[in-house]
């Protein structure tokens, strides 16, 4: 049997989305959490005594690496190197392998792989032998199709583990850098793939395993939920594989129906039960919704109730752990959807053009072209479906609320 740790996308370096009202104490804490995530990560393996440790690409955030996060880097590498635990790396479309003088050398544990496609043989204590395969970026955009570079030694009793940082076809919301199929990833016949440049941890395949592990720390609010590695376990006949987490800070969506609330105190209690019911093994970066028709909805859509209960949560939590990032409002007065969608009336035409238009992508390619747009394109992210979704609940519910506010239409 052999025994690794699989992660990827470190980014050492990355900045930290974060707002100017934070404590310093939280402050500090997200600026160390990166680091503290690959520490976690590397004291794992120690625990584990595993055989070895893949880093699937973008170790560093910036192809002009900082000098402090390479010293981490071989920090880490050294105290593997102490538990005689080695590091295979390859490198990414933010850290490509570019040959610059290297002013801090890696210890003798460290494989990096070069620009080219080649493997190395690792031969565990026991006797037992993975080739190892991949290579690391020559430049920041590679966009080849990598997989028919991935040549399978004849070697049967051994264990073949690919390492590859690129985009999986049917995958969005990254850039597509060596883009690949999972079915011509089977068909070289790894025993594992080691995937990365993918920051949401998924497991495509199962048999063999094809895996994004995620990045190891999320750094803003679209990079939600847990983020870690995983431990693997492989014999010639089963692989298991387990994630776990190690990422300090997590970014969470909490949302918070208002359809049945009265008052405002208990919107605030509920609010705060639900969020104080979260692990306390992290720190919390917090987007807030409030959701649903309800009574308290021409009271929550004014900002200046909003900032009033944003300062209100932050200062009953007394928390270093737990931020309120961001409160979203998306309530709507108290309407009847089904009885309104088939009047002839206006409100019921913008309820079923609402609805028509969750179910017709014709309007993204407009949107689209605004924010792909070669002066904007910087300055924005490209839109999840629940972005979409959400723009579109905005705009039903601004509109709504306004004929209503306006008195143009009654319930009758």
Known sequence: M????????????????????????????????????????????IRKKVDFVLVSGDVYHEEDRSIHAQWFFKQQAEKLHQANITLYVIHGNHDPLIQKEQLIAMPENVHIFPTHVSRTVHTTQ?????????????ERAFMNDPVPLFKKLKEDEAYHIGLLHGQENGLV???????????????????????????????????PPVIYPGNIQGCHRKE????????????????TFTFFGTGPVQWQDITVKVNDMKSIDELMAYTLDTITHLSSSHMYMIHL????????????????????????LQEELEYDSIWIDKLTVNTAPEIIREKWRHKDHIIGDV??????????????????????HRKIAPFVEQLTEEDEEEILTK??????????????????
Request: charged share 25%; glycine share 6%.
């Open 2 to 45: 052999i025994r690794f740790i699989h992660c990827a996308d470190l980014h050492l370096g990355r900045p930290f989305q974060m707002t100017k009202l934070m404590n310093q104490a939280m402050v500090n804490r997200a600026i160390r959490a990166t680091y503290e995530s690959f520490s976690a990560i590397v004291q794992e393996a």
């Open 126 to 138: 026991s006797g037992e032998r993975a080739i190892i395969y991949g290579f690391s970026y020559p």
């Open 173 to 207: 919301d990254h850039d597509p850098y060596a883009p690949f199929s999972t079915v011509d990833l089977k068909n070289v016949g790894f025993d594992y793939w080691a995937l990365g440049h993918v920051h949401k941890r998924q497991v495509i395949n199962s048999h």
């Open 224 to 239: 939600q939920g847990e983020k870690g590695a995983y431990y693997v376990e492989m014999t010639k006949t089963t692989t």
């Open 289 to 312: 919704y409030f959701t649903g028709p309800g009574v308290l909805h021409e009271t929550l859509i004014k900002k200046k109730v909003q900032e009033d209960l944003m300062d209100i």
């Open 351 to 372: 309820i079923r053009v609402r609805e028509d238009l969750s179910h017709n992508d014709s309007w993204k390619e407009s949107l689209s072209s605004l924010i792909n």
């Open 395 to 412: 705009a039903e519910t601004m509109i709504v609320t306004a004929l209503l506010e306006e008195g143009k239409t009654y319930e009758d």
